[in-house]
């Protein structure tokens, strides 16, 4: 009994406060899948507004951070906050717009009845749906295949339904993990062209990505390397720092640092 009030007064004591400038706030997380240590003391603090870039190789635990953070895994330790609750948070499912790796699609469905049933998930009106829907798949240029099962997508456009899936209601948190992989160069720049918007509307947005000129469009970085963050801070603040020209270059030496630690 004793044990579980003080655990409950730290998480008082830690969790986010009103004046909080931080919409995603992770502390100390930890994450074992049986006895594999797969995340290892992960701190993050994404504010209000950014598009935050999680950067790294495949594998490196990527993935894992941004389930936990939209509610889709618990951490072994520490704590996760998003829009000050603590996660993974029931309450805000409408609130948090989550673009998996792996596309969670129906494939005998078409795809305008994809957009359907995941806003009627978000608890949209079918108005808002139709409204939405005609501008989502207008920006991932897929208007002309509203009405073919998604079976018959090919998998770059199961990739851009997915996304559009994600904004559909318009979330004040987008969680994407490598949203563009599959997508033509254009797309991708239409596609960065509208994350910039919704942020400049106040949207907060967690991307991942292993593509380092992506990483450059993101207002800050953080750095993954076998489970661990091992640098954070503007692109251009991680290249300054050691004296590089490219994030690349800032990647590889910050990578070689944590080899050596």
């Known amino acids: 009994m004793l044990k579980t009030l003080i655990k409950q007064k730290k998480s008082k004591k830690n969790s986010p406060g009103p004046e909080d400038p931080n919409c995603v706030l992770v502390r100390h997380v930890n994450k074992f899948f049986g006895k594999k240590h797969v995340l290892k003391d992960i701190d993050l603090e994404i504010p209000y507004g950014q598009i935050y870039g999680l950067l790294g190789p495949s594998g490196c635990g990527k993935t ?3 389930k ?27 609130k948090v717009g989550y673009m998996a790796q792996s596309d969670a699609l129906y ?16 608890g949209m009106s079918k108005g808002e749906i139709k409204k939405r829907t005609v501008e989502v798949m207008e920006l991932v240029n897929l208007t002309e295949h509203l009405h073919k099962p998604v079976q018959a997508f090919s998998g770059g456009m199961k990739r851009r339904l997915s996304l559009a899936i994600a904004i559909l209601h318009n979330p004040p948190v987008l969680v994407l993990d490598e949203p563009t992989v599959g997508i033509d160069p254009l797309l991708r720049k239409d ?14 947005i967690l991307v991942t ?31 300054e720092r050691i004296g590089v020209n490219s994030i690349e270059e800032a990647f590889i030496y910050y990578g070689g640092q944590h080899d050596e630690s």
């Not at 469905?109 to 009627?120: D, I, K, P, V």
């Not at 596609?191 to 907060?204: F, K, S």
């Not at 207002?219 to 954070?232: E, F, P, Q, S, T």
């Open 107 to 122: 494939g005998t469905l078409t795809a305008e009845e994809n957009l359907l049933f995941f806003g009627a998930i978000y």
């Open 68 to 94: 936990i953070i939209a509610g889709i895994l618990e951490a072994t330790s520490g704590e996760a906050y998003v829009l000050g609750e603590k996660m993974p948070q029931l309450c805000l499912m409408n």
């Open 191 to 204: 596609i960065w062209a509208e994350l910039n918007t919704l942020a400049g509307q106040g949207a907060t």
């Open 209 to 239: 990505t292993h593509v380092m000129d992506e990483a450059d469009k993101c207002h800050n970085l953080a750095m993954m390397r076998d489970g661990r963050l091992i640098a954070k801070g503007t692109s251009r603040e991680l290249q």
């Open 64 to 66: 894992t951070v941004v």
